[in-house]
């Protein structure tokens, strides 16, 4: 059956939802969205600008599917900016077409152009999140991802009695790409942002923020699922609600063993699922964000608001602040993170790889290149294994299909090219890097190990990496410099946790596994938008196994030209 969706109504969409899911037919539906990409004068903190927007909504719409379903949505670009987005966690099987990340898997949309993202949606379930992903436009470029259980399952935890989005993201006074491209012409950091939001409100601590604030009205005795994303730019952030407690049975739409927490750490590009009982004394209560920074490093550090509001208090009521750790509280992040574990049941295996095809090693570090235009004459940059990337003008995945040679090499180090004392004492000479575009090439089907780790070049700092196109299991994670001899004893190869976005510990090191059961090139960045921009990403090519069903789909027939 063909649904044609336009944005409904939360109440509309809640009642469409229970209905579905009461229906024991278990037909997988054919889901279809228009996302119409315009500017929009929009005002917050007393300032009005410009934005980039899906439909005139920030966030943008969210999309409501169903495990099975196949998704059709057609995005027609009516911007200044040639633009893609991504469907960030979708594993978009053999169809990296539909991935999204500009001049990786496509050449971006042009003003005027419209392109279809034709997606299967299988084996997945649970709150993903779709934005830009090009220049800096996923500041405002946003929004959620609802993949609902197939027909007639349920959720391996209580059934709430209602659901929210919560999503976290950055605001900027001024026009984002114009401070970005100014910063880089001088070599130097783009401003931070002026605000944090919640669903695109700063909520209000903020000036003229009263009525750019969230509330969410709960009933005493009923249970809310809180779908949180942090669609934030450049900082990893602790949430939490006031007087109550959160149960988080969900990371990166995978079931995790549920836990009870007072406050949780999500990094850009992450999705937590909560439950929250409105077991408290009838009131107003503050839902709070803050950015978490263990790092020497300048950040955004005032707090996002939102309002958890009991039925039947009235507005006039001062709401409760809630107790956030401290911004720089490592022992709260390292705990909060340990607590992660897969659900690993019978329904929903953890299959992790216990034989290691692949090893793979790579630092991360943070630079200076000659820049002879620049303020200083030099330009920041950022590195994996000592190489920035640069990005080509094709997309990387139709050089590879079919095979138009220079556009990339596929001879990207398994490690870095001299060992040396990772995170001892700030480095602080020899910080140029090597500049390409060079791609790793895995074999169909192997099992690799990936060790990311931090350095100490200019300034140790957490890292929340994404891989396009793949869940990841995130088997082990350490302070200091990661010890082949010693740290695979600690590995948790049981139920670790499964994600698609990883933070790599401030001067530490984070090591996951995968299955390269996924031909395409694959993307793999720094989420910190700031980081990317300075070349922290690289890709990994993903051969064809010896199969037809095992090989990538040929191209779609409007994909945007280059």
């Known amino acids: 059956m063909a649904i044609m969706y336009q944005a409904p109504s939360s109440l509309i969409l809640s009642l469409f939802l229970f ?20 500017v929009k004068n929009v005002s917050r903190l007393c300032h009005s600008k410009p934005i980039v927007t899906v439909n005139g909504m920030f966030p943008g719409p969210t999309i409501y599917v169903r495990e099975g379903d196949r998704l059709l949505i057609n995005v027609t670009n009516h911007a200044q900016y040639n633009l893609s987005i991504h469907w ?60 609902m259980p197939k027909q007639g399952a349920s959720f391996p935890f209580p059934q709430p009695n209602q659901e929210a989005n919560i999503i976290l993201g950055e605001w900027w006074n001024t026009d984002v790409e114009t401070s970005v491209n100014q910063a880089n012409k001088l070599g130097l950091p783009p401003p931070q942002s002026d605000a944090h939001t919640i669903n695109g409100k700063p909520g209000p601590l903020f000036p003229c923020s009263e009525k750019h604030t969230y509330a969410m009205e709960v009933e005493r005795g009923k249970t809310y699922l809180l779908r949180i994303i942090n669609a934030a730019l450049n900082d990893e952030l602790f949430f939490a609600i006031a007087g109550h407690n959160m149960t988080v049975v969900e990371i990166d739409a995978v079931y995790t063993k549920p836990f009870t927490t007072k406050s949780i750490l999500i990094a850009p590009g992450q999705t937590t699922n909560v439950l929250v009982k409105a077991d408290q004394p009838p009131n107003r209560y503050f839902m709070a964000a803050r950015p978490f920074m263990d790092a020497p490093v300048p950040v955004d550090n005032k707090t996002v608001t939102a309002i958890l509001q009991y039925k039947g208090v009235p507005n ?12 720089n509280d490592t022992n709260v992040a390292f705990n909060y993170n340990n607590q992660l574990k897969s659900l690993n049941t019978p329904q929903f295996p953890a299959k992790v790889p216990t034989k290691v095809d692949r090893h793979l090693f790579y630092t991360i570090g943070l630079g200076q290149n000659s820049c002879p ?17 640069v990005m080509p003008q094709v997309g990387l995945l139709q050089a590879h299909y079919f095979n138009i040679s220079g556009v990339f090499r596929a ?8 060992p040396f004392n990772y995170t001892g004492a700030p480095l602080t000479a020899n910080l140029g890097s090597s500049l390409g575009t060079r791609l790793s090439k895995v074999a169909y089907n192997s099992s690799v190990e990936l060790v990311l780790q931090d350095t100490n070049l200019l300034t140790v700092e957490s890292h929340p ?84 069903s095992q090989s990538i789909l040929p191209p779609p027939k409007d994909l945007p030209p280059c």
């Open 88 to 147: 960030h966690g979708l594993k978009q099987f053999r169809n990296g077409w539909a991935d999204g990340p500009a001049y990786i898997t496509q050449c971006p949309i042009k003003t005027g152009h419209s392109y279809t993202y034709d997606i299967n949606v299988t084996d997945q379930r649970g709150t993903l999140w779709w934005h830009a992903h090009i220049l800096w436009l996923r500041a405002t470029v946003y929004g959620a991802i609802v993949i």
């Open 411 to 418: 001879n990207f180090p398994d490690k870095p090219p001299v």
């Open 19 to 38: 209905i579905g899911f009461l229906s024991s037919t278990s037909e997988s539906a054919l889901v279809k969205y228009q996302f119409d990409v315009q």
């Open 465 to 548: 990496f994404h891989l396009h196109g793949y869940n990841f299991f995130v088997i082990g994670s350490g302070v200091g410099n990661f010890d082949p001899a010693k740290d695979p004893a600690k590995y948790n190869l049981v139920d670790p946790p499964e994600r698609n976005t990883v933070g790599v510990p401030t001067g530490g090191w984070t090591a996951i596994r995968f299955r390269a059961d996924n031909p395409g090139v694959w993307f793999m960045h720094c989420h910190l938008e700031l980081h990317t921009m300075w070349g922290l990403k690289m890709a990994f090519v993903v051969e064809n196994g010896k199969l037809p």
């Open 373 to 389: 235009t620049c303020l200083n004459g030099t330009q920041f940059a950022a590195s994996l294994n000592n190489i920035t990337f």
């Open 316 to 327: 006039t009521v001062l709401p409760i602040l809630p107790q956030l750790p401290r911004p």
